[in-house]
Structures are given as C-alpha cells and as structure tokens.
C-alpha cells in the first residue's frame, strides 16, 4: 500500500475517489474544497474493503464517495460502503480528451472521481444486487448462444471442404434437420471419412447441447424477469431476454432514474440537440446502453408486425412522409416512456391464468378460439401460458369464454 498524507483535521468534510481493478482498488481523498489530502492501493478483499474505508473515514467526514465500475470491479467496494452508511456515487471514467490532457494512472482517476463527487458532475447512485443474478443468467445464457453460432458455423466450414460424398448428404440438410443427422452419425470408411463425420458429430451434439442449455436458462430467466417485475415482462412484445436486459440497464432500484427522458437518454432514444444560429434540430443519440437501445428496437419490430394499434401508427407515419428509420426511432421514444412507467411503478398483470382452464371444461380447441377471434392457434397458446400480453384480446376472451 502506498500512501501520501497531507496536514487534515478529524472534523473536516471529505470526498473520497475509487478506482477499481481486479485484484486492486486505489482510494484518493480530497477536502470539500476539491485540495488533494492523500491517497492509497488496497487489495479487493473484505479486509482491503475494510481498510480502505478506514483510511477514508481518517482524513475526516465522508460526504461521498465517486466509484468507477460499480458494477463490475467496483461491485465489491460498492457493496461494502454502502453496508456502511457511506453515499457511493457512480462515476464514469474521464473521457479521452481530459484523459490526454492529465495523463492516466491510478492515482489520476482515483482523484478525479473524487472531484467528479465534490463537483456534482457524478450523481448518479450506484445500481443495487437485486438483478445480479439476471445479469448472470442472461450473460449464461447469451454466451451459450454465441457458442452454438460459432458450432453451426464449424459444422458449415467442415462441410464446404468435406469429401464429395459427405457434401452431397449433408451439405442439402438445413436447421434442425441437418444437426439431427449429424449427431446420429457412425463414422465409417477411410480415415479422412472417419475424422471430417467424427468432427461432424461431436459439433452437431455440441449445438443440441447448448440448444437445451439455452432453453434452460431462458426459463430461468423468464422465472426471475416475472418475479422481479410482472407489468414489465407482461408488456407486449417484452420477452425474457428482453426484460432481462432493462431491468439491468435500470438497475434494482429505478428510482436513480429521476424522470422518463433521463432513461430514454440512457437507452440512447432520446434525440440530441444539434442546433446552432438559425438552425433549430436534433439528431440521432449514438450514446446510452447499446444493448437497451436494441432491447427497445426488438420491441419496437414486434409491435410493428402484430400490434395493431403500432400497425396504424405506422401508417399514419409513414402517409406523413416520414421513413421506416425515423418512424422507428419516434417508436423506441414512445416505448422507452411506456418502459419507465413499468420500472418505476408497481404494475400487476391482469390475471391469465383462468383463460385455459375455462375453456378446457367447455372442451373448446384452440383452432376454434383461433378462427373465432382470427388470429393464429399460437397466439391463443401464448396468452393462455403468459408469454405475451394482449389485455383487450385477454378480456374479450374470456367474455367469450363466460357466455358460449
């Protein structure tokens, strides 16, 4: 641990400054006039932890303490300060211009988020445990996804440069099909036969694999993104992962969100000022969560395909001239609004679970409900189990259900 200590009294007010690596944090303290008093390297243990926040609470009264990676390095520092009382506010890194301007070092950024806490540049408070575990299953479960494409790319690779005959038997197949093949294969006949159908094999069984380890988790996910927030998941067009993904941009406690537009900024659907003299406009935000943005892009697609209400917004839009990009950027706006609502109050879906059973004891198929309502068996199937969400189709169903 290294150390340099200015002169400081006991009963001054201080800001403290992190920044977090791996197996390091390094701690700055500053007085509230933003004068550098010290600063010190310690290990990210519960007992590095513990000292760090001792040497803090030495150079005087901690008002705030600036955290980079409070999710990620920082989670730990984070955790144990707020266990504490401490305020812990979450700092992003200095951007490249200041950064080329004072150089980068540990100490550098450890003082700099300090001051970003003093100044009130940083106010932002740090996201909660509580979506932890759905950040783990949706990382699991998107890197199995990675997995898989990157097999089913192998599996095409093999087969480009696979003997003729293994090419003509397999090389037609497609999806499901092909891997099913592939994974019943008995390798036989020469050695080159033998070792390109044996490589077949084990990747075709390494899809099926991590197919069902994928539908594992996206139960899981789907299991904890209900419970977590009901109104959100039951949003039509939010599925598990997309739920997922905004509950972790929001964090377990959205109210750090002061207002919808500070979120629709944080999902980069919030258009920029770009106005200068006479010219009036904005443009496109390039900032914000990338993966939220496109959490709002996928829901904004399917509503686009089969929500009615979006079907005829769309083409009011576009009789109005405006282009599939631009109608799809003001619906991500509308969306990121309608989101923030789902975040920060307490939404309790309408009750669905009635529907089946109702219509079972009046021996009612499903391709019945489907042609009486127009609409596909799947989608009766997909309300009657919660997996998407249509009020005014749920409510006249069961109406229908009440007096057939």
Not at 7 to 17: I, K, M, P, S
Not at 72 to 79: I, K, L, P, V
Not at 330 to 357: M, N
Not at 373 to 388: D, H, K, N
Request: hydrophobic share 40%.
């Amino acid at each position: 641990m290294t150390s340099r200590v200015t002169e400081h009294t006991a009963d001054q007010h201080v800001f403290g400054g992190v920044d977090s690596h791996a197996d390091t944090v390094h701690v700055a303290v500053i007085s509230d006039n933003g004068g550098r008093l010290a600063d010190a390297e310690f290990a990210t243990t519960a007992a590095g932890y513990a000292a760090a926040l001792a040497f803090l609470t030495a150079h005087g009264h901690v008002i705030a303490i600036g955290v980079e990676g409070t999710s990620s390095y920082g989670a730990g520092f984070t955790r144990t300060a707020r266990s504490h009382g401490h305020r812990v506010i979450e700092v992003n890194r200095p951007d490249r211009a200041e950064r080329r301007r004072i150089g980068k070092s540990d100490p550098i950024d450890a003082y700099a988020a300090a001051r970003a806490a003093l100044s009130g540049r940083a106010d932002s408070a740090p996201k909660d445990d509580t979506v932890a575990g759905i950040r783990a299953l949706r990382n699991a479960a998107r890197s199995a996804v990675k997995a898989r494409t990157a097999a089913l790319n192998q599996i095409g690779h093999v087969l480009i440069t696979a003997p003729e005959t293994v090419r003509a038997k397999y090389g037609q197949l497609k999806g499901v099909d092909r891997t099913e093949a592939l994974a019943r294969l008995r390798p036989a006949g020469d050695a080159l036969h033998v070792s390109v159908l044996t490589a077949l094999k084990s990747l075709a069984r390494r899809v099926k694999d991590l197919t069902a380890e994928h539908e594992m988790l996206t139960r899981a996910l789907d299991a904890e993104t209900i419970a977590s927030n009901p109104g959100l998941r039951a949003a039509y067009g939010v599925g598990p992962d997309t739920a997922a993904q905004l509950l972790i941009t929001a964090g377990g406690n959205p109210e750090r969100m002061r207002t919808e537009a500070s979120f629709a900024a944080l999902c980069g659907a919030a258009p920029v000022p770009a106005s200068s003299g006479r010219t009036n406009r904005h443009r496109l935000s390039r900032g914000g969560d990338r993966a939220a943005n496109a959490a709002l892009y996928r829901i904004a697609l399917v509503r686009m395909s089969s929500d009615a209400r979006t079907r005829e917004y769309v083409a009011r839009q576009t009789a109005a001239g405006r282009t599939k990009k631009e109608i799809i950027r003001l619906l991500k706006r509308a969306i990121a609004r309608e989101i923030f609502r789902c975040l920060t109050t307490k939404v309790t879906a309408p009750g669905i679970d009635d529907l089946r059973p109702l219509r079972q004891t009046k021996n009612i198929t499903l391709t019945v409900v489907a042609q009486h309502f127009g609409v596909w068996p799947t989608t009766i199937s997909r309300l009657e189990r919660g997996l998407s969400r249509d009020d005014d189709l749920a409510l006249t169903y069961r109406n229908w259900l009440q007096t057939t």
